[in-house]
């Protein structure tokens, strides 16, 4: 069983920045696929970004590209979700989640593809 514990949710103002962590308990944590989803009230959740085992690919939701940066550390078995220029729009809980993929360097955009997720940490964006 993996456990997935996310931090560095916030409230913050239109234009600033946050820094979501996720810790994984796995020793191998680059046999994982990473992604961050967000869910904002009465909304369907939805793709953030997503990261491959080895890091080196990833891939982004339109609404965030050129804003959001997805990265991970897997000596540490952490993965980040870096938001900069955040916008009221962005006002969601946002969960990371792992897909166990060892022999392939992949991301993935869909929600049902991965198998564990953490509980969620909130993200508030005042105007």
């Known amino acids: 069983q993996v456990q997935l514990v996310e931090s560095g949710g916030g409230l913050v103002q239109t234009g600033d920045s946050l820094r979501l962590s996720c810790a994984a308990s796995?020793?191998?944590?680059?046999?994982?696929?990473m992604g961050w989803f967000r869910q904002a009230p009465e909304k369907e959740r939805e793709f953030v970004a997503s990261i491959s085992g080895s890091g080196r690919v990833t891939d982004y939701a339109d609404s965030v590209k050129g804003r959001f940066t997805i990265s991970r550390d897997n000596a540490k078995g952490t993965g980040y979700l870096q938001m900069n220029s955040l916008k009221p729009g962005d006002t969601a809980v946002y969960s990371c989640a792992v897909r166990y993929k060892p022999n392939y360097d992949v991301t993935a955009g869909v929600s049902g593809l991965y198998e564990y997720w953490g509980q969620g940490t909130q993200v508030t964006v005042s105007s």
């Open positions: 796995v020793r191998t944590f680059s046999r994982y696929t």
